[in-house]
């Protein structure tokens, strides 16, 4: 399955901001209120100027009326991201968890969406963002499975049905999820070319994505790069958690788990 390189969109920060942070992966729930925490604080403390995530928010979202329900987990997440983004600006970029996030959400935290890829510029240099999973090319499943679930119609009928019907099926497939992982020793990683042809499209020499759990730094064709985030798990040991601070100098890891 060939990944045509989609024009990306554009983020120009503003000529005074000297730095953004990028996470991605945390997977929020009920279950890891340690991780929410770690977010918030993050939020709080972060000395950059703004901090882009770049999807898997949340492990699952299965449409933005479960905002209705002031007391469900996702409304009181989104209660206190709405706090946390009168500090600062916050983009989300859909992952493939959270990919039902709307208009909804965005009323309900003040944060913006970003279209996947999207070219930020920032302090004189250009950097791709995406989730990531759409270059996984090799999982032919999940690219069929993403294909359909992104399709209007596909959306039009899963919110149809009501909410209990719809959170019974993401929990199922949450538990079949799960199940897979102990049977595929090693998931797909990011095609090499693939990303390579996305950069050359946006002009730009650095991918920055999630998605694939595996945070490094890979070497691609013509002096490019592809910088990978971690995921966030501060409810388990080993915890884990970082945020990658872009800026005029380049690209740094910030360790936000404590070591």
Partial sequence: ????????????????????????????DAAHPATLA?????????????????????????????LQDAASFEARACALLRQARERLPIWFMHGNRDFLIGAGFSRATGIALLEDPTLLQLAG???????????????????????????????????????PERQAQARAMRSESEARKHTQSLWADVDAAAASAWLQAANAPTLVHGHTHRPAEHALADGRRRLVLSDWDMDHAPRRAQALRLSAAGAQRIDLAGG
Avoid at 43 to 66: H, K, R, Y
Avoid at 156 to 162: E, F, I, T
């Fill in 1 to 28: 399955m060939a990944a045509a390189a989609p024009p990306p969109a554009r983020l120009d920060a503003p000529a005074q901001w000297r730095a953004v942070d990028c996470i991605s992966d945390l997977h929020l």
């Fill in 38 to 66: 770690a977010l918030l604080d993050h939020l709080a403390s972060t000395p950059a100027d703004a901090v882009c995530i770049l999807g898997d928010l949340f492990e699952v979202w299965v449409g933005d009326d479960v």
């Fill in 125 to 163: 240099r250009r950097w791709l963002l995406s989730h990531g999973d759409a270059l996984c090319l090799e999982d032919l499943p999940y690219q069929q499975f993403r294909a359909m679930v992104r399709a209007p119609e596909w959306q039009s009928r899963w919110l149809a049905q009501s909410l």
